[in-house]
Protein backbone atom coordinates (compact mmCIF):
# COMPACT_ATOMS: atom_id res chain seq x y z
CA UNK A 1 0.00 0.00 0.00
CA UNK A 2 1.12 3.32 -0.65
CA UNK A 3 2.01 5.87 2.17
CA UNK A 4 -0.69 8.98 0.50
CA UNK A 5 -3.71 6.24 0.09
CA UNK A 6 -2.99 5.22 3.76
CA UNK A 7 -3.10 9.40 4.46
CA UNK A 8 -5.96 9.83 2.74
CA UNK A 9 -7.88 6.81 3.88
CA UNK A 10 -6.89 8.53 8.09
CA UNK A 11 -8.63 11.46 6.72
CA UNK A 12 -12.10 10.24 5.08
CA UNK A 13 -12.64 8.25 8.49
CA UNK A 14 -11.58 11.33 10.59
CA UNK A 15 -14.18 13.10 8.57
CA UNK A 16 -16.46 10.62 8.92
CA UNK A 17 -15.92 10.54 12.81
CA UNK A 18 -16.85 13.99 12.96
CA UNK A 19 -19.59 13.96 10.76
CA UNK A 20 -21.12 11.23 12.78
CA UNK A 21 -20.63 13.76 16.10
CA UNK A 22 -22.34 16.23 14.13
CA UNK A 23 -25.08 14.64 13.27
CA UNK A 24 -25.71 13.31 16.66
CA UNK A 25 -25.40 17.05 18.07
CA UNK A 26 -27.82 18.13 15.50
CA UNK A 27 -30.30 15.56 16.39
CA UNK A 28 -29.85 16.13 20.34
CA UNK A 29 -30.41 20.00 19.78
CA UNK A 30 -33.11 19.44 17.11
CA UNK A 31 -34.99 17.09 19.82
CA UNK A 32 -34.50 19.86 22.87
CA UNK A 33 -37.05 20.53 25.51
CA UNK A 34 -36.17 24.27 26.10
CA UNK A 35 -36.92 25.54 22.43
CA UNK A 36 -35.19 28.88 23.79
CA UNK A 37 -31.65 27.55 24.44
CA UNK A 38 -30.15 27.50 21.10
CA UNK A 39 -26.73 27.48 20.81
CA UNK A 40 -23.85 28.67 18.61
CA UNK A 41 -22.77 25.74 16.50
CA UNK A 42 -24.06 25.03 13.05
CA UNK A 43 -24.18 21.76 13.50
CA UNK A 44 -26.03 21.08 10.23
CA UNK A 45 -23.26 23.00 8.05
CA UNK A 46 -20.41 21.31 9.72
CA UNK A 47 -22.39 17.83 9.30
CA UNK A 48 -23.13 18.53 5.44
CA UNK A 49 -19.07 19.44 4.90
CA UNK A 50 -17.54 16.57 6.95
CA UNK A 51 -19.57 14.09 5.04
CA UNK A 52 -18.37 15.54 1.29
CA UNK A 53 -14.69 16.00 2.52
CA UNK A 54 -15.76 12.14 3.76
CA UNK A 55 -17.01 11.22 0.27
CA UNK A 56 -14.02 12.84 -1.51
CA UNK A 57 -11.16 11.29 1.23
CA UNK A 58 -12.59 7.66 -0.02
CA UNK A 59 -13.22 8.19 -3.40
CA UNK A 60 -9.38 9.50 -3.74
CA UNK A 61 -8.08 6.75 -1.50
CA UNK A 62 -10.15 4.39 -4.33
CA UNK A 63 -8.74 6.12 -7.43
CA UNK A 64 -4.97 5.62 -6.03
CA UNK A 65 -4.89 1.96 -5.72
Do not use: E, Y
Amino acid sequence: MDDLRIDVMWAGIAAVLLAVVAWLADRRRRNRSDPDAVGFMPWTTLFFWAAFVAFLMIVMAWQLR
